[in-house]
């Protein structure tokens, strides 16, 4: 099983970036897909999940209107579309693959995650 998360990177207040994560080794249809992130001194935090069917998905409010999950199940990829970026989102993102309650990812419900991609935004 692996997930394999890529795009990371430094980019100043105010762009974007897309993260990719590329998943194999599971029945990647059968799983919600969630991203997290985890600052310096700092919980890891659920930022958006989207469901199996892609019909259900959630951000935190944080990243309301700036954050877009999507998934390609022909692909086993799950993509967040960052813009509007702010130095507030610095922090290491993980993908996940789990179940999906209450229209949420949680961490206790996550079977896999990939190792991170550093996600860097200057001021």
């Known amino acids: 099983v692996q997930l394999v998360e890529s795009g990371g990177g430094l980019v100043q207040a105010g762009g974007s970036l897309r993260l990719s994560c590329a998943a194999s080794g599971f029945t990647f249809e059968g799983y919600a897909i969630g991203w997290f992130r985890q600052a310096p001194g700092k919980e890891r935090e659920e930022v958006s999940c989207?469901?199996?069917?892609?019909?259900?998905?959630y951000y935190v409010d944080s990243v309301k209107g700036r954050f877009t999950i999507s998934r390609d199940n022909a692909k086993n990829t799950v993509y967040l579309q960052m813009h509007s970026l702010k130095p507030d989102d610095t922090a290491v993102y993980y993908c996940?693959?789990?179940?999906?309650?209450?229209?949420?990812?949680?961490?206790?419900?996550?079977?896999?995650w990939g190792k991170g991609a550093l996600v860097t935004v200057s001021s």
């Open positions: 996940a693959a789990g179940s999906m309650y209450g229209g949420r990812c949680r961490t206790g419900d996550m079977d896999y």
């Open positions: 989207v469901s199996r069917s892609r019909a259900y998905s």
